[in-house]
T-cell receptor, first 117, second 113 residues
Framework: AQKVTQAQTEISVVEKEDVTLDCVYE???????LFWYKQPPSGELVFLIRRNSFDEQNEISGRYSWNFQKSTSSFNFTITASQVVDSAVYFC??????????????FGTGTLLAVQP | EPEVTQTPSHQVTQMGQEVILRCVPISNHLYFYWYRQILGQKVEFLVSFYNNEISEKSEIFDDQFSVERPDGSNFTLKIRSTKLEDSAMYFCASIPGLVNEQFFGPGTRLTVL
């Protein structure tokens, strides 16, 4: 069965600190996709990144970076030099990508990040 | 940039009433989804829709729920007889193909009194 675990329910940091949000997933499929979404206080879901299971290269986008490790079934997200605007709930999600799959997203329970000024 | 839109942004209804939540997916997208998020909890998959039929539904999506794509643009979620526990944010999403990220609408907050 598919499952996404975000063990950190809440993290509080002071501005300019680096912070890593953990995500561990379970799936029996060999082809799958991993995602991170941001949900600011306004409530919308903002897409941040998608990785497929065959691409373990880490990715950096500005202050954001992602570390995908199949060996530990983890897809962690690091924000460098955090800012108050980063305060949000961050969701990790998984979809299975076999042909014919519906591509539904299985979400983790989210991590609430509070960045204090 | 094209985006998924949802109306209304907030709907308040009495228990037992029918509600219809509306979504306009991005125009060239082929796969459509509804998700639900009870306040403070995770986002949960309800149903996926492709080629004018349901392709998958979750256990939450019981006989009280239905979806429809009545024309070329709208995608609706109907709850026939609302219960208190249906109070949640409902998100619509769409994708052009199965290997793409899902584009979410801003959500409809449903409050059942």
């Amino acid at each position: 069965a598919q499952k996404v675990t975000q063990a950190q329910t809440e993290i509080s940091v002071v501005e300019k600190e680096d912070v890593t949000l953990d995500c561990v997933y379970e799936t029996r499929d060999t082809t799958y996709y991993l995602f991170w979404y941001k949900q600011p206080p306004s409530g919308e879901l903002v897409f941040l990144i998608r990785r497929n299971s065959f691409d373990e290269q880490n990715e950096i986008s500005g202050r954001y970076s992602w570390n995908f490790q199949k060996s530990t079934s983890s897809f962690n997200f690091t924000i460098t030099a955090s800012q108050v605007v980063d305060s949000a709930v961050y969701f990790c999600a998984l979809s299975e990508g076999d042909g014919g799959a519906t591509n539904k997203l299985i979400f983790g329970t989210g991590t609430l990040l509070a960045v204090q000024p | 940039e094209p985006e998924v839109t949802q109306t209304p942004s907030h709907q308040v209804t009495q228990m037992g009433q029918e509600v219809i939540l509306r979504c306009v997916p991005i125009s060239n997208h082929l796969y459509f989804y509804w998700y639900r998020q009870i306040l403070g909890q995770k986002v949960e998959f309800l149903v996926s829709f492709y080629n004018n039929e349901i392709s998958e539904k979750s256990e939450i999506f019981d006989d009280q729920f239905s979806v429809e794509r009545p024309d070329g643009s709208n995608f609706t979620l109907k709850i026939r007889s609302t219960k208190l526990e249906d109070s949640a944010m409902y998100f619509c999403a769409s994708i052009p193909g199965l290997v793409n990220e899902q584009f979410f609408g801003p959500g409809t907050r449903l409050t059942v009194l």
